[in-house]
């Protein structure tokens, strides 16, 4: 019995490091013993014991989380890669079968498409304006329209009931009926949509290279930012950090957040055009793909290059799954790399050919073994086992989510809202020490209470003489006093006229004295006498 | 006296600063006059010693003379103040008046006898007295503060204090001090309790009878009683003592030498029979019937525990030896027992008394079920000869083994042989009519017309044949457990095993055409395409290769299948793969670069390589014009050179100019906060990156301009924050205690200051 639990005391002690929350400095014995106060010493001591405590709590309930990942395996000489999902839905149970299927659109090519936060939904949009949203686990048609113009890109809103659709001109946001709930008129010929669920924000991406983020809960338009390097047709965020990363056509990745006028980081990536841009959901990782026929995988944390890979033809679209598995579109292809950030891989884990076609967008569905691509000749759905996260959060995303509970989940979110101004590249910033100069905050200081000064003489009212300086009076004292022309005389006539009538009206006032009042009847005559 | 307070005095006004100038003025006034007044004296003294005597003034009285109005005035000489001696001296010249001079002396000494004491000094000003009493009470009460010391420290310390904190937790009471403080409220609870009362079923009331009971005994009864009791229990106890140690010996010896010793003390049987028939015949019976059990139970072979443990153990042992030969000894005893049943004397002696015909019944059971014995014997060899492992496993034991059995068969065979004749003997000479049937019962042992066995005998050969047969297979089949495992696995296998079967298949397929390149190897366009070219000729020839295979495959196949009756349906993997076979075939008619050659153009190519870059150089060559590398560069050096610390100049035109001013050390510029050194920033050593230094202005009020206040360095404080509150990052378990607030107080109650958690002798006498 006690080695059983000794057992599972060392399991979870090796899943304790990840749940330690990184910082700066040591804070050992040694440092403990250069604190005279102790109090303060008493303090930090409690802090650490409840932080070390709250890391074995977090690792032993680990066990609460049942479901494992599995990965494909084969024997002996057979590859992961040569298994079809042909031979996949042979094998697999009934009710994965349905994962696989073919949405066969030839008319309204090339999609795209986008699966919401709880993988339970789906929206595509065919080039030639075709959008159809849909409950594609219980095959239920949400909504199906036809715009009659370019649909760029896709995107759900914070849930299932709305979603932008980036057209030819403008951004629409759809509710679920298909319904045209507003038209995003600042949003210009956009290509890429990105929505960031806690802050509530839009962003947009387009021909003009201008990078716009519009709040969808309170409707303002946040930040326009230009990137000044021209048209960007490849953008992703990273969803730790809420940053954006746009692809630009030469070879940089720009990292944008709406507070900075300037990108917060500029990588050069590729000697040509970037064509994708993907970030996995711990934000450690960017892969990225350019027209030079390279595939590269960054750390964004150092911003390195992890690996390079060569492709034959670029990469058209790149994906990253829940639990790291890497998916890359190119041509008629789509290619799953597993473990590709840790090490260099030999060979590919899973491949699928959509043979005719060119593949436009690959996304994974979260929650889910599937892996979700648009092409020129519809969508598809196919088997990618082991990239959903098996234990899924039902407070964060839930794709059993019944109505009531979803109402509950919009209210908790929105309440939950992460301001804007809170998007920097680390996001643990918040309660932090300033790490400015003195002399830089001194000077900050002084500036915003000149600004204070000069924004308080505004606010003060004037006292604005009324009747002092008429237009009349104006011109007249403007006017040199020894020139006298015709207009001047005329004006002074006027003024002149104006005086008389308000001479007159006050004797009006006093002659109406002598008019009898509402209440004078009432008054004692004799004593007004 | 004087110099005391005097000193307190000063004391207190140099610890105290009297404003009051008027009172110090007294105050010091006061001290002079005491000065002068000692100063005057010794001077005076002083005075009268050294100086010649001078003439006496008259005085001139003032006062009339009489005796109530004598003066007190002194002078050096003259000593006027009256004395007690004054008035009572002449008491004492004469004679009696003891007790009144007794009483005079007494008085005289002040109170006491003997000793003079001087009268109470002045008491101290009541403003320092109460301070030396707030001294006093200061120390005293530091005292019992000190006390609560380890209880506040406690309490601070403590991550929470709950109030009202001696609040005692509401203990449920037991079954049993609910019984006892039963009263019987209700209706129905005061009718039980009446019945109960008056069928006298109460314990209480039992109690009270048995006391009753006691009470009647006379004293000395009672007495005896409890001694007798006493006495058992002591008996008991010393026993159970003995019983223990004895218990604890391990002495082998010893052992034995109780046993006879118990043997020894035991009556005879013969004895028992003179005395008491009765139990004789009863004690001859169970022994009759442990030792049949004993047969049945196959004590005396070798199969109980403690025999398997001797014969693994105890082989160099030689008390355990001599045990084992012992036990082998009783076996053959037994054997022999049976074996000369009819001429035991002693039994027939005593079975004699039966009717023939039971003996008949009794004889036949017994034989009956030594026949079965002996079968299930057999049997549980046959399954012991497998399960052997270890030492038994080993050649030599087998082969020692193998002689033992033989030579125990032998025996058993012999055995098996008389009785059977026995039985044969008397069913001949009982009834004749079932000889023919029981002729087909006989069977002959191992081909031998010799020997032969009847009835029951017939199974147990059969047996025996199975045990021959394994036996053969054994020495004469190696792979008898690979036959057995195909048969079987065949059996599984023959529905499921399909995809299996063809996957073997394939495994072969592939491991022939192993030597196709390598798809994640790089290779030139053109070489793909030739190699690929090669590859589909391979294939064909593989083709034609697998088939012998395959066709190989089903030729072992089918022998199996005549072999061991196994059904396997081949053709269906051979449909399959033959299936894929051609498929493949096909699509190499179809087009050279397809499907097979797929896989090597479909996946990437690593750039290390550098055999297979013709397309990466062209792709170089491509974007060679679009220098942005250089144009990256550039950009980040304008930012760079942005960004640096920038200086104010404070030159006015024409004053720096002036040469005398040269000379001085002019301050003619001064850095402007913010900007950062090119070496500084984060992008200093990562060329193709520019990281934005600029500070983001919108963000700064989530920042803390300060360390907050108990913290000293920043470390410390951003430590604080790093474990986050929310449930979304804790367990429920740690969020609540994180969030618990240190004091909880519970509503509607009164908070009692704490108890006391020391002895409070002092507080209380106080």
Redesign the interface.
């Known amino acids: 019995m006690t080695k059983e639990l000794d057992i599972i005391d060392k399991t979870v002690a090796k899943k304790i490091p990840k749940y330690v929350?990184?910082?700066?400095?040591?804070?050992g014995s040694k440092?403990f013993k250069k604190?005279k106060?102790k109090?303060?010493k008493?303090?930090?001591e409690?802090?650490?014991k409840?932080?070390k405590?709250?890391a074995n709590?977090?690792a032993?309930?680990e066990l609460l989380l049942t479901e494992e990942p599995g990965y494909l395996e084969v024997?002996?000489?057979?590859k992961t890669?040569?298994i079809t999902q042909k031979q996949l839905k042979d094998n697999v149970d009934e009710d994965s079968t349905k994962k696989i299927f073919d949405l066969k659109l030839t008319n309204f090519g090339p999609y795209s498409l986008d699966y919401t936060r709880n993988g339970r939904h789906m929206v595509i949009g065919g080039q030639k304006g075709h959008i159809s949203s849909f409950d594609w686990v219980g095959n239920k048609l949400n909504c199906e329209i036809y715009v009659k113009e370019t649909v760029r890109d896709v995107k759900w809103l914070h849930n299932e009931l709305f979603f932008a659709v980036a057209q030819k001109k403008y951004v629409f946001i759809y509710d679920h009926n298909g319904l045209e709930v507003h038209r995003l008129k600042k949003h210009i010929e956009v290509n890429k949509l990105e929505f960031l669920p806690y802050h509530f924000l839009l962003a947009s991406v387009g021909n003009s290279g201008w990078l716009k983020y519009q709040d969808t809960s309170t409707g303002q338009l946040v930040a326009e930012l230009r990137t000044k390097l021209g048209c960007c047709n490849a953008m992703a965020q990273n969803p730790w950090n809420a940053i954006m990363h746009l692809g630009h056509s030469?070879?940089?990745v720009t990292l944008w957040?709406p507070?900075?006028s300037?990108?917060?980081?500029?990588?050069?990536?590729h000697?040509?055009p970037v064509k994708a841009v993907a970030v996995d959901h711990t934000g450690k990782y960017m892969a990225t793909s350019g027209?030079?026929?390279?595939?590269k995988l960054w750390d964004i944390r150092t911003?390195?290059p992890l690996q390079?890979?060569?492709?034959?033809s670029p990469a058209s679209s790149l994906t990253i799954s829940q639990l790291g598995l890497l998916g890359v579109g190119w041509g008629p292809?789509v290619?799953i790399w597993k473990d590709a950030f840790l090490k260099?891989q030999?060979?590919?884990y899973m491949?699928h050919?959509q043979a005719g076609t060119q593949v436009r967008d690959i996304q994974f569905c979260p929650f889910d073994d599937a892996l979700g691509l648009g092409h020129s000749d519809g969508v598809s759905s196919i088997i990618i086992p082991g990239s959903g996260e098996p234990n899924l959060d039902s407070?964060?995303a839930n794709p059993y989510q019944s109505k009531k509970q979803r109402q509950e989940a919009e209210v908790h979110s929105l309440l939950d809202k992460v301001q804007p101004?809170?998007i920097?590249l680390d996001p643990?910033?918040?309660?932090?020490?300033?790490?400015?100069?003195k002399?830089?905050?001194?000077?900050?200081l002084k500036e915003e209470q000149e600004a204070q000064l000069a924004g308080k003489g505004k606010l003060v009212p004037k006292n604005k003489m009324r009747g002092k300086s008429s237009s009349l009076k104006r011109y007249l004292r403007k006017k040199q006093k020894n020139v006298i022309d015709e207009q001047k005389l005329m004006i002074q006539q006027r003024l002149e006229q104006e005086r008389e009538a308000r001479k007159k009206r006050t004797v009006d006032d006093n002659e109406d004295k002598d008019r009898p009042k509402a209440l004078e009847r009432f008054s004692n005559k004799k004593r007004k006498s | 006296m004087d110099e005391e307070v005097k000193a307190l005095l000063e004391e207190d006004n140099d610890v105290q600063e009297v404003n009051d100038e008027t009172k110090s003025d007294n105050l010091a006034s006061f001290i002079g006059s005491l000065d002068k007044k000692r100063k005057r004296t010794v001077y005076e003294d002083i005075n009268s010693l050294d100086k010649p005597k001078k003439q006496l003034k008259e005085h001139a009285e003032v006062f009339e003379e009489s005796e109530y109005n004598l003066t007190t005035r002194e002078s050096p000489n003259v000593k006027k103040k009256v004395d007690l001696q004054d008035l009572i001296g002449s008491i004492q010249e004469e004679t009696g008046f003891s007790k009144l001079k007794q009483k005079l002396v007494s008085l005289e000494s002040g109170g006491n006898k003997g000793t003079y004491q001087e009268p109470l000094p002045a008491p101290l000003p009541t403003r320092i007295q109460d301070k030396l009493n707030r001294q006093a009470a200061y120390e005293e009460t530091k005292k019992d503060i000190t006390k609560w010391e380890p209880i506040v420290k406690q309490n601070r310390?403590a991550?929470h204090l709950k109030f009202p904190m001696n609040d005692q937790p509401s203990h449920n009471p037991t079954n049993n001090v609910l019984a006892a403080t039963f009263q019987p409220s209700t209706e129905l609870e005061k009718k039980v309790d009446s019945i109960l009362v008056e069928s006298g079923v109460k314990e209480k009331s039992l109690q009270q009878y048995e006391e009753l009971q006691m009470s009647k005994l006379s004293v000395e009864e009672v007495e005896n009683r409890v001694k007798e009791l006493r006495k058992m229990r002591e008996l008991v106890f010393r026993e159970e003592i003995k019983a223990r140690r004895i218990a604890k010996i391990k002495s082998k010896a010893y052992r034995k030498i109780r046993k006879k010793e118990k043997e020894k003390n035991k009556l005879d049987l013969k004895q028992l029979a003179e005395l008491d028939p009765k139990l004789a015949r009863e004690e001859q019976l169970i022994l009759e019937a442990t030792r049949a059990q004993e047969r049945m139970t196959l004590r005396h072979k070798n199969t109980s525990k403690w025999a398997k443990q001797a014969l693994k153990h105890g082989r160099h042992d030689p008390e355990s030896r001599q045990a084992i030969v012992e036990q082998l000894q009783r076996h053959e005893e037994l054997k022999r027992k049976i074996h000369d049943l009819e001429t035991d004397e002693e039994l027939s002696d005593f079975t004699s008394e039966n009717s023939d015909d039971e003996k008949d019944d009794d004889i036949n059971a017994i034989k009956e079920k030594a026949f079965d014995e002996l079968a299930q014997l057999d049997q549980k060899e046959a399954a012991q000869e497998e399960e052997m492992k270890g030492l038994f496993g080993m050649k030599f034991m087998h082969d020692a083994m193998e002689r033992d059995k033989n030579r125990t068969r032998g025996i058993i065979d012999d055995f098996v042989e008389d009785l059977e004749n026995e039985k044969f003997n008397e069913e001949n000479t009982k009834k004749d009519e079932n000889k023919e049937a029981k002729k087909s019962t006989i069977v002959h042992v191992g081909n031998n017309i010799g020997r032969m066995i009847f009835g029951a005998g017939s199974k147990k050969s059969v047996s025996e044949h199975e045990i021959n047969i394994k036996k053969l297979s054994k020495s004469t089949f190696e792979p008898k457990s690979s036959l057995e495992d195909i048969s079987e696995k065949s059996k599984i296998d023959s529905t499921s095993s399909i995809p299996a079967e063809s996957?073997k298949i394939n495994?072969s397929l592939?491991?022939n055409s192993e030597e196709e390149v390598n798809?994640?190897l790089q290779i030139d366009s053109s070489k793909i395409i030739s190699s690929s070219k090669k590859n589909n000729k391979g294939i064909v020839k593989e083709n034609n290769k697998s088939d012998k295979i395959v066709s190989k495959l089903k030729k072992q196949k089918d022998k199996d299948k005549s072999q061991d009756g196994i059904e396997i349906d081949v053709s269906k993997v051979l449909t399959i793969s033959s299936a894929q076979i051609t498929g493949a075939t096909n699509s190499d008619e179809k087009s050279e670069n397809d499907s097979e050659t797929?896989?090597v153009?479909?996946?990437?190519?690593?750039?290390k390589n550098p055999t297979a870059f013709s397309?990466?150089e062209l792709?170089?060559r491509?974007?060679a014009n679009?220098n942005?590398?250089e144009?990256?560069e550039k950009?980040k050096q304008a930012i760079i050179e942005e960004d640096e610390p920038k200086e104010q100049d404070l030159t006015l035109p024409g004053w720096a100019r002036v040469k005398k001013h040269k000379k001085k050390k002019l301050i003619l510029a001064k850095p402007l906060?913010?900007g950062i050194e090119a070496s500084k920033r984060k992008?200093a050593k990562?060329d193709?990156?520019?990281?934005?230094e600029?500070?983001?202005?919108?963000?700064?009020?989530?920042?803390?301009?300060?360390?907050p206040h108990?913290?000293?360095?920043?470390?410390?404080?951003?430590?604080?924050?790093?474990?986050?509150l929310g449930t979304?990052w804790?367990?429920q378990?740690?969020f609540h205690?994180?969030i618990t607030p240190r004091i909880i107080t519970k509503m509607g109650t009164v908070i009692d200051p704490l108890n006391v958690p020391f002895q409070t002798n002092d507080l209380d006498d106080k």
């Open positions: 929350r990184p910082t700066e400095g040591k804070l440092q604190i106060d109090k303060l008493g303090k930090l409690r802090i650490e409840v932080s405590e709250a709590k977090a032993r309930s024997e002996g000489i057979e890669f040569n030469n070879g940089t957040s507070n900075m300037t990108p917060l980081v500029k990588m050069l990536t000697k040509g027209l030079d026929g390279q595939l911003y390195k390079q890979y060569y492709t034959r292809h290619t260099k030999q060979s590919p491949n050919l407070l964060e101004e809170m920097v643990t910033f918040i309660g932090k020490v300033d790490r400015a100069s002399d830089l905050l001194k000077k900050e | 310390e991550d996957m495994y592939e491991t798809p994640w797929f896989d153009e479909t996946n990437f190519v690593h750039v397309q990466r792709v170089a491509a974007f679009d942005v590398v144009e990256f950009e906060p913010g992008d990562l193709h990156v520019i990281i934005n600029k500070r983001v202005k919108k963000a700064k009020k989530y920042l803390a301009t300060n360390i108990p913290f000293e360095t920043r470390e410390q404080y951003e430590r604080s924050l790093r474990t986050p979304e804790n367990t378990e740690v205690k994180m």
